[in-house]
T-cell receptor, first 110, second 114 residues
Framework: GNSVTQMEGPVTLSEEAFLTINCTYT??????LFWYVQYPGEGLQLLLK?????DKGSNKGFEATYRKETTSFHLEKGSVQVSDSAVYFC?????????FGKGTRLHILP | ETGVTQTPRHLVMGMTNKKSLKCEQH?????MYWYKQSAKKPLELMFV???????ENNSVPSRFSPECPNSSHLFLHLHTLQPEDSALYLC?????????????FGPGTRLTVT
């Protein structure tokens, strides 16, 4: 079945470090792929998305590229800030539904 | 502020209580969703409403009862819950129903069942 696997957290980095959060997926067909972010005390917000192979989604300095050959959609940012501390969810579309991963908690130290 | 509000933000209830969670969206959307967020588990879709009609019910126990009186409001009625039902309950809305429509989430209700 369709599923999303993302790296276990928490991930702790210093400010200005490079960030990668790994996400791989299993799917039939050609799903759209998403990254959502949940800041403390808030609901999820769509961070970026990609709808077909080799698409790159980007927003707020974050990027992720839809890699069909490796079934991956890794989230990257070149220089993280304390304000990026949150939980990040990788997700894919399945028909009318969105299937979410378990989330990866990110802590950025000043 | 996403345009989706949820009340209460925190709720503690006993297993014999009856309570309701409320969600309101101010975005003019036609679809609304209830999700359950438990620690170290994927977000679980519970119910989907489109144009006030329930279109999805993911094998949720009958102790959870949704209600959508109009396109702006969604309720989740709770009765005789179990401790394992303790979780963050998130409401979301989207312009249309389907994965191509961005979902906007509320801040959630943190539910503790004692």
């Amino acid at each position: 079945g369709n599923s999303v696997t993302q790296m276990e957290g928490p991930v702790t980095l210093s400010e200005e470090a490079f960030l990668t959060i790994n996400c791989t997926y299993t799917a039939t067909g050609y799903p759209s792929l998403f990254w959502y972010v949940q800041y403390p005390g808030e609901g999820l917000q769509l961070l970026l998305k990609a709808t077909k192979a080799d698409d790159k989604g980007s927003n707020k300095g974050f990027e992720a590229t839809y890699r069909k050959e490796t079934t991956s959609f890794h989230l990257e940012k070149g220089s993280v800030q304390v304000s990026d501390s949150a939980v990040y969810f990788c997700a894919l579309s399945r028909g009318d539904k969105i299937i979410f991963g378990k989330g990866t908690r990110l802590h950025i130290l000043p | 502020e996403t345009g989706v509000t949820q009340t209460p933000r925190h709720l503690v209830m006993g297993m014999t209580n009856k309570k309701s969670l409320k969600c309101e969206q101010h975005l003019g959307h036609n679809a609304m969703y209830w999700y359950k967020q438990s620690a170290k588990k994927p977000l679980e879709l519970m119910f989907v409403y489109s144009l006030e009609e329930r279109v999805e019910n993911n094998s949720v126990p009958s102790r959870f009862s949704p209600e959508c009186p109009n396109s702006s409001h969604l309720f989740l009625h709770l009765h005789t819950l179990q401790p394992e039902d303790s979780a963050l309950y998130l409401c979301a809305s989207s312009q249309g129903q389907g994965a191509s429509y961005e979902q906007y989430f509320g801040p959630g209700t943190r539910l503790t069942v004692t």
